[in-house]
């Protein structure tokens, strides 16, 4: 029934389409399970949300989709000395109002995303100042040399300063708090598509961009692009494969095999560069959510890696993801500087050895505790935790499983109501001082905004800040391994396995798989 129903509902809404666009030659449906939190491009730093927002907003850079730098709204960069980027903009842009972009769009546009609102800090913590030299030309300067700017600068949007003063959205959305603004659900980027209509949670409908700047690279023909995000899997995968959908981002794993057998349907699989993993409140005096008074079992590492040497996630790996996952033993995958597969090793899973860890450190009667799951974020991720669950109980650790949709888990961690609860992690620059500024570096306002576990360490924020601005690669790669040594010893983390994921999509539909799970749409041609 609710199979007929998305469909029925995608007919009412193709008619209507139909009716007002005079039937657009080339409209892509497509569908996953959880929508972007939000149209602000510096409010929310998440997958789903930043896969909306690069269809509407440009940067000043932009990756292809073998994950190669490339010029976007900047022509060049260079620095100048150890302090100072120079950045050459494209002349000629336009925002979708018709507006000229210039240097202040730029200017306005990475100030904006310092914002204490703002959740892509970690991207531009080290600019100091941005500095117009003329209307195409800008100058970065940073607290001291940074050698991976161009690539932190990927995932910045540019909005119209202009836009963002006369709707009063100059602060980014305080997601956290609720917030309400006019960004939220309206954009004014200088992207391949022009937003016509948002409804969260129900559908969200854009148009080509007949004057965009990269269409002599990249000369797509999606006239039309409806999304609309449906959690149910069967329903998901009823509309592909009755046609009514022309790409799916998330098909379940359970299905591969039934879309991959149906003609006139492709399956496209990559490694992603994402680990998913668990975390821990080790910082509070007590745990909010848990039977444990006076005391946080967390904070004893001899837990912690009891919890790790009791996750059995081989059997994870067969029986959840049916093989598609690879093990992890850190929370960072293939692809990203500074991983190595030693690294990657996980300890044995040992449930003798957890239940004489859990005793050393007092708990050998365990405890019980919440796990807060999303359950529309991940691949199978509701299910992960499930399984989970049975686990940490041979070792005593009595585990209330809470799964939520990803807009409640997430406020939720960010909110820091949370004692233990799952993420993923992806990483856009592809260096690992990526995944110590959000996830490791001591939580103080700028840097550590995704690091709900409370894990402080002195020398990791101190190699954290020095990686950024080492130019030596050698010296770079030493700071690069001691802060996974210390992270990786600490055990602040549960790794669990980095995701491979797999796209669904109409013959028709010509579409690169990227690596990072995240389409654009401007490199989509219909056959």
């Known amino acids: 029934m609710r199979a007929k129903l998305f469909i029925g509902g995608m007919l009412a809404v193709a008619t209507a389409m139909a009716a007002a666009t005079a039937q657009a030659e080339n409209v892509l ?23 909306t927002n690069q269809q509407m907003y440009d940067a000043l850079v932009q990756r292809d989709w073998e994950l190669r730098l490339h010029p976007a709204l900047a022509t060049a960069w260079t620095p100048l000395d150890v302090n100072t980027w120079e950045f050459k903009l494209r002349q000629g842009v336009k925002f979708h109002d018709g507006s000229d972009f210039t240097a202040d769009d730029v200017v306005f546009s990475l100030k904006r995303a310092k914002a204490k609102t703002s959740d892509f800090k970690g991207y531009v913590n080290s600019i100091t100042d941005v500095v117009k030299v003329d209307d195409f030309t800008v100058h970065i300067r940073t607290q001291n040399a940074n050698p991976i700017l161009p690539s932190q600068l990927n995932s910045v949007r540019i909005m119209s300063k202009a836009w963002a003063v006369a709707n009063k959205v100059v602060e980014p959305q305080d997601y956290a708090d609720n ?62 494969l009755s046609g009514e959908l022309d790409f799916l981002l998330d098909p379940p794993v359970q299905d591969l095999g039934r879309i991959k057998a149906t003609p006139g349907l492709t399956l496209k699989q990559v490694a992603q560069i994402r680990t998913i993993f668990l975390g821990m409140d080790q910082a509070s005096p007590e745990l909010k959510y848990a039977d444990v008074k006076d005391a946080n079992p967390f904070a004893d590492k001899r837990v912690r890696q009891a919890m790790y040497q009791a996750i059995d996630i081989e059997t994870i790996k067969k029986k959840v993801m049916r093989g598609l996952s690879f093990p992890a033993g850190i929370v960072t995958s293939p692809g990203v500087h500074g991983y190595t597969e030693a690294l990657d090793k996980r300890l044995p899973y040992d449930v003798d050895r957890a239940k004489a860890l859990m005793a050393e450190a007092g708990y050998d009667d365990g405890f019980g505790v919440t796990l807060d799951c999303p359950n529309n974020r991940y691949v199978n991720d509701e299910a992960i935790c ?115 994921i797999s796209w669904a999509m109409s013959d028709k539909l010509d579409l690169p798989i990227v690596a990072n799970d995240s389409p654009n749409f401007k490199w989509a041609r219909f056959k």
């Open 386 to 500: 499930q399984a989970v669950v049975p686990m940490l109980a041979q070792i005593g650790i009595k585990v209330d499983l809470a799964a939520r949709p990803k807009s409640v888990h997430f406020k939720r961690l960010q909110q820091r109501d949370t004692s233990f609860y799952m993420l993923g992690w992806g990483v856009p620059t592809l260096d690992s001082h990526y995944v110590f500024e959000y996830l490791a570096h001591t939580t103080d306002g700028k840097r550590g905004s995704w690091n709900f576990t409370g894990f402080s360490n002195a020398r990791m924020d101190e190699v954290t800040g020095k990686m950024l601005s080492e130019v030596d690669a050698e010296k770079r790669d030493q700071l690069v391994a001691e802060a996974w040594d210390i992270l990786k010893g600490d055990i602040a983390y549960l790794p669990l396995h980095h995701q491979v």
């Open 29 to 51: 449906r497509w569908s996953s399970q959880g929508d972007a939190l939000t149209l602000d491009p510096h409010s929310q730093n998440e997958g789903p949300t930043t896969v």
């Open 179 to 240: 917030e309400e603004t006019f960004a939220v659900r309206n954009t004014n980027g200088t992207g391949p598509f022009v937003l016509k209509l948002r409804e969260p949670d129900v559908q969200t409908v854009m148009v080509k961009n007949a004057n965009h700047w990269d269409l002599e690279t990249y000369p797509h023909n999606v006239d039309r692009i409806v999304y609309r995000p449906v959690q149910s899997n069967p329903t998901r995968v009823a509309a592909l």
